[in-house]
């Protein structure tokens, strides 16, 4: 009985330490082969809130948004903003990203000019 218990014992703990071994947190793929390292993202490009205030100026101005002047990219103002960059054939992206604040002759900030 004592052998039982003891083979017993040897078969759980060689068992637990191979499931150990293959659940180690390691960045591979499926089929075993290391997986590239994350991409690490540089600095988010941000409009002010001046800026969104005259996107929105000029959004309306153009007919393609009809709420109020907030500053604040809202859905009516991403929705705006989508309808505007297709018009102009810009990458459509719902954002006041540089290349739209550019192409609606609005400023950027020397923090953007640099990214």
């Known amino acids: 009985m004592k052998r039982l218990l003891t083979a017993a014992f040897v078969a759980v703990l060689s068992l637990s ?9 390691s960045t591979t793929n499926k089929s075993g082969a290391s997986a590239p390292a994350a991409k690490k ?4 490009f941000r409009a002010t809130k001046d800026q969104i205030k005259q996107a ?23 929705a705006g903003l989508r ?3 297709e018009a102009e054939g810009l990458k ?20 953007q000019k640099a990214m």
């Open 41 to 44: 993202r540089g600095p988010i």
């Open 17 to 25: 330490s191979i499931a150990a071994v293959q659940n180690t947190n």
């Open 83 to 85: 309808k505007y960059q």
């Open 92 to 111: 459509v992206t719902g954002t006041l990203n540089r290349v739209t604040l550019e192409k609606m002759g609005i400023a950027l900030t020397d923090k």
């Open 56 to 78: 929105q100026t000029i959004l309306k101005q153009r007919g393609f948004y009809s709420g109020e002047i907030t500053g604040k990219l809202n859905p009516d103002t991403r």
